[in-house]
């Protein structure tokens, strides 16, 4: 995908807790990740990878706890880091067309000479042709390419994906598979939850399990990260 | 500048979505209409009475129409999660604000403007020799529902019950500018018009405080 214009980041999570009153959606958890890995959440339904993910897109402030983007060389803080997110919905409007999403999300993101950037994004996506369409007349993968797009129109360092394939058709998952490969291939670092194994989920190169918010597993190597993905006994 | 730039673009963008579907504005317009009709029938006004009766029930009409028209203000930013994506692309939440609310001015403003004419014929009011302290006050009560109603919109768009909240937040707090509204204007229809500037005076101070507070902790509003 789009050559790489930053510096390789990562992210330290420390003692993060999130309370939505009564409920302990996160407790006290601390992660490292660095700077170019590929890291899948795994866990059941509220578990808390939607907010965890949610809290490093700076969209949800934690309850107790510091989040931290650290710079690969520096090792200093970037507190002006914006990562790209792409959640369950697909954040962009129904109403407007493809372009008119992301030159309105360009534009607000003061990126330099938004047309060009979203012409050649939309080509990356395979969505050319179909520029000047109402999101609300696409497809559930093609709404999922607009959604990629949008993240990536500032060319973050810092990718979140939220269970990026639910819907997907088959061929709609090997094309999100292609996308992510060239986007972790390019040094991105990537956060991204998901449900069991797939294509995507054979990208990442560390499994992390969350269960009732805690974190309860984390590797990087084989058996145990295909355990971590099916749910079974890591 | 970022703020006002990062507004601007968001305004464009309401405009554009507003005037390519049509819903708020016809809704809104459509409401103020069958309310002035109805009234029309319960009485048969002279023009005293007319006079007397027919600002007060010009600004409910108003009132209760903008809170129709502002309820979808930030309940459709939920449809796709596009409120997260605004946030995620603004250096400052306040332009997510700016924007609605400029907005939300705008569109009461035209639909009062086009059925003022009627109000007119149908109330035996003359609005010619006064119309421009007439846009005076529109516009100031105009904004001053707007900020207060785009504000408590943020709030009612994320709670149980959504769609009851927030006429029920809206209107006690907005009856001040509704009282104020509707003195001035009333003034303004007298067989011999004056300017009531302590009622503009009013709105004006409303509009000034309640751009500020929302200035102040608009951010909040919009957290998770």
Redo the contacts between chains.
Sequence with gaps: MTPPAFSPVGLRFENIDKRYGGLLALRKVSLSIAPGECVVLAGRNGSGKTTLL?IA?????PSKGTLIFSGDSTGGEVDAL?PG?V??????????TAE?NLL??A????IARPENRVGALLQEVGLSERRASLVRTFSRGMRQRVAIA?ALLHEPAVLLLDEPATGLDPQGTTWLAEAIRGLRDSGRTILMSLHGESDISSLGTRAIRLDAGSVVADTRTGATFRSILTFADA | MSLLRNAAVLLGKELRTEFRSRELLATTIVFILIVLVLFSFTFDPTSDESRRLAPGLLWLAFLFASSLMLQPCFLREQHNDTLSALRLSVSDPFAIFLAKLAANTFFLLLAELLLLPLFSVMYNVPVLPVLHWLLLVFFLASLGISIAGTALSAISAQARMRELLLPLLMLPLLTPILVASTEVTKALFDREPFVKWQGIGFLAVFDVVFLTALWLFGEYLLEE
């Excluded at chain 1, 959640?87 to 407007?96: G, K, P, R, T």
């Excluded at chain 1, 534009?107 to 003061?110: F, I, M, P």
């Design positions: 949610r897109a700076r969209l949800v402030r914006r997110f959640a369950h919905s697909i954040m962009v409007y129904d109403e407007l008119e309105l999300f534009r607000l993101q003061a949008r």
